[in-house]
């Protein structure tokens, strides 16, 4: 591993779009990443919390460096699928992923805001 940041820091392999109301929407997910490999995530799920903080709460950087953490640390995902189905996950962080996000600019987590 060339990049040092990269061996210590990993995300979960979501890709966020928009707001919903005050809440991101799940865009996609990266091929073999924690979230995809948790069968768990799918497109259209709507993040309201990172570790019981509310995401409408956070600003672009917080949201980064929530859903950014050491590799094999743990984070805790509040999702809303459809109109009332609320679920937490706990996604493992893990590299490598497909996309760098530092070698790339933070695509792996474009809000759109």
Do not use: C, H, Y
Request: hydrophobic residues 40%.
């Amino acid at each position: 591993i060339s990049n040092p940041a990269r061996a210590k820091f990993a995300g979960v392999g979501i890709v966020f779009q928009g707001v919903r109301g005050e809440a991101l929407v799940v865009q996609s997910l990266t091929p073999g990443g924690p979230a995809e490999l948790s069968g768990r995530v799918e497109v259209g799920d709507v993040l309201f919390t990172i570790n019981e903080a509310k995401v409408a709460d956070m600003d672009d950087r917080e949201l980064a460096r929530s859903l950014l953490g050491p590799t094999g640390s743990k984070v805790m995902l509040g999702f809303q699928r459809g109109s009332n189905r609320r679920m937490n996950i706990e996604l493992t962080r893990a590299w490598p992923a497909q996309r760098d996000p530092i070698a790339n600019g933070n695509d792996m987590m474009s809000t759109g805001r």
